[in-house]
């Protein structure tokens, strides 16, 4: 776990991920072993179960404890992992957060009701009603009152905010005690506006724009974040939509968009 992730969203710093679909160690391995502040686990649009999910979770340890290794004294920089969740379930919340990760993304939030719901199964009692389990993050019990006294601060709570009605309840979810983040899902948000892809029609920009003025005029502001799907539009999604933190692609793309690079190579004789 790299405490410090939680910290760094909530002063807002600019990070930059990479997200994960391929439910194999390799991938994930691969993906933390690169210059990314975080690196997303996906368990909503993918074929992970949470068996995927927990190897990959080891996979990032696994890279940031090689790096660790050959760095150089002093230099703590580590890969964080954040787990998405197929939906607001406090069942599968529970679970996932018993993996170690450093931060949950829970998409599918409808409005604040939902937000707030999420939040609570996220944090141990008080604040929340997260069960208390020695799984892997209490190192399978042995650290397990540290981890009950400390994973409220230690790990992040980011909701994602993708429908009419998490918009227009946007500043009261972003007003909630202990959410860490939001994160604009670009795709989800266009389909429920009932113009899929159209990030420059009225209503999208309206919509994000409200996220961003909510989040940024909490107290204490919030970070919000957004997906960038190519080279193209990534400093554009982050810097002209007003976003603090970015997820840099998709493994999928990554893979496909490699291949083609080749091909195109190939195909025009380069050398």
Known sequence: MQPD????????????????????????????????????????????????????????????????????????????????????????????????????????????????????????????????????????????????????????????VETAGAVADADAIAALDGLDALFVGPADLSARLGEFGAFDADDFVDARERVVDAAHAADPPVAVGTLATNHENACRRRDDWGMDFVVAGVDLAYLRNGLAGYRDALDGGER
């Open 5 to 160: 992730f939680a910290a760094r969203l909530r002063d807002r710093e600019s990070l930059v991920g990479a997200w994960c679909t391929i439910g194999h160690p390799v991938v994930a391995e691969v993906l933390a072993a690169e210059p990314v502040d975080f690196v997303v686990l996906d368990g909503e649009h993918s074929e992970n179960v949470i068996g995927d999910l927990a190897g990959c979770v080891r996979a990032v340890d696994a890279a940031n404890h090689r790096a660790s290794q050959q760095a150089p004294a002093g230099d703590t920089t580590a890969t964080a992992t954040v787990v998405r969740a197929s939906g607001p379930d406090r069942a599968e919340i529970k679970r996932l957060l018993d993996l170690g990760p450093d931060a949950v993304l829970v998409p599918q939030i409808e409005d604040v009701s939902d937000a707030r719901e999420a939040v609570r199964a996220s944090r141990y009692p008080p604040e929340g009603v997260r069960g208390v389990a020695g799984g892997r993050a209490a190192d399978y019990g042995r650290t397990l009152d540290d981890a009950v006294a400390t994973a409220n601060d230690d790990v992040a709570t980011i909701l994602q």
